[in-house]
């Protein structure tokens, strides 16, 4: 369960543009830094390894990698800085 300040209501998931962090057991705007957390977009949480996903569409595997230049799961590694996935 997360604490939603702005409700003032503990929740088992974060509405965007909020994450749920465990590191401080709210919904964050970013995940605490100190605690080398993923923003992950899909589960709306901070994760400690980005997870790969099923398209609902295609049933096909999604990939996702860690971004350590904005601390979220991403699709494509940015191309600047230039960061590279590593599968």
Excluded: H
């Excluded at 970013?30 to 569409?57: E, L, M, Q």
């Amino acid at each position: 369960w997360f604490g939603l300040n702005m409700t003032r209501i503990c929740t088992q998931s974060c509405p965007s543009p909020y994450y749920a962090d465990p590191s401080t057991t709210f919904c964050e705007l970013k995940c605490f830094v100190g605690a080398d957390k993923f923003a992950d977009n899909i589960s709306r949480s901070c994760v400690t390894n980005c997870p790969n996903y099923t398209d609902p569409v295609t049933n096909k595997s999604v990939i996702t990698y860690e971004d350590n230049s904005t601390k979220t799961c991403v699709l494509q590694c940015p191309f600047f800085p230039s960061l590279y996935g590593f599968n």
